[in-house]
């Protein structure tokens, strides 16, 4: 059972547009939410995560939005670079000790010069 | 600080042999996950350890996998009898351990176990 659901598979975009990936999760007890960027041949690496408290979080050039209600999230990556060309994890959980991180199946972005 | 460290980044083995895959956390951390990569699955939870403690293996196959961490340095994950399906890449991370399900997990970059 995934818990954890990301959408699209796959992402194309052009340089310069904005990238928007979506996330849904089941449980609506899980209240913390970091999205993982992976690359070739390494592990996943945190980009940045959201609590369920916030309905928008921004870091630069990426920002998450948050519907509690609806339990959805999306990470938007704006004027997407070749560089970010990668897979990003979509992942939540129950805050506090005692539990772990729930992933779901990623979205592997390609950005096209 | 090297980050985690796992070994061998890349294991061959004939169906029904044993693996066993090694990590070295972060100095500090004190919990440690295993999950296991797919392209089909994603990220699955397999276990983890808190303090060298067993804490939730609830994701582990219960008859050939294993998991231990003897001391804070490093954990292994065995697993026995290993069949095609057991191919993935396994992830190693680890985390502070103050409060784990919102903590930054910092991953090792896997060992790729391929059953022939």
């Known amino acids: 059972q995934q818990q954890v659901r990301q959408s699209p598979q796959s992402l194309t975009v052009w340089e310069g547009e904005t990238a928007i990936l979506n996330c849904s999760y089941e449980?609506?007890?899980?209240?913390?939410f970091p999205w993982y960027q992976q690359f070739p041949g390494e592990g996943p690496a945190l980009l940045i995560s959201i609590l369920s408290v916030s309905d928008k979080k921004e870091d630069g050039r990426f920002t998450i939005f948050f519907n509690k209600r609806e339990k959805k999230l999306s990470l938007h990556i704006a004027d997407s670079q070749p560089g970010d060309s990668a897979t990003y994890f979509c992942?939540?959980?129950?805050?506090?000790?005692?539990?772990?991180?729930?992933f779901g199946t990623g979205t592997k972005l390609q950005v096209v010069p | 600080n090297a980050g985690v460290i796992q070994t061998p980044r890349h294991k061959v083995t004939g169906k029904g042999q044993e693996a066993t895959l090694w990590c070295e956390p972060i100095s500090g951390h004190s919990a440690v996950f295993w999950y296991r990569q797919t392209i089909v699955q994603g990220l699955e939870f397999l276990t983890y350890f808190r303090n060298q403690a067993p804490i939730d293996d609830s994701g582990m196959p219960k008859e050939r996998f294993s998991a231990q961490m003897p001391n804070q340095s490093h954990s292994t994950l065995k697993i026995q009898s290993t069949q095609p399906q057991d191919s993935a890449v396994y992830l190693c991370a680890s985390s502070a351990g103050l409060g784990e399900g919102a903590e930054t997990l910092y991953f090792g970059s896997g060992t790729r176990l391929t059953v022939l």
């Open positions: 992942a939540a959980s129950l805050g506090g000790s005692g539990t772990y991180q729930r």
């Open positions: 449980n609506s007890a899980f209240d913390y």
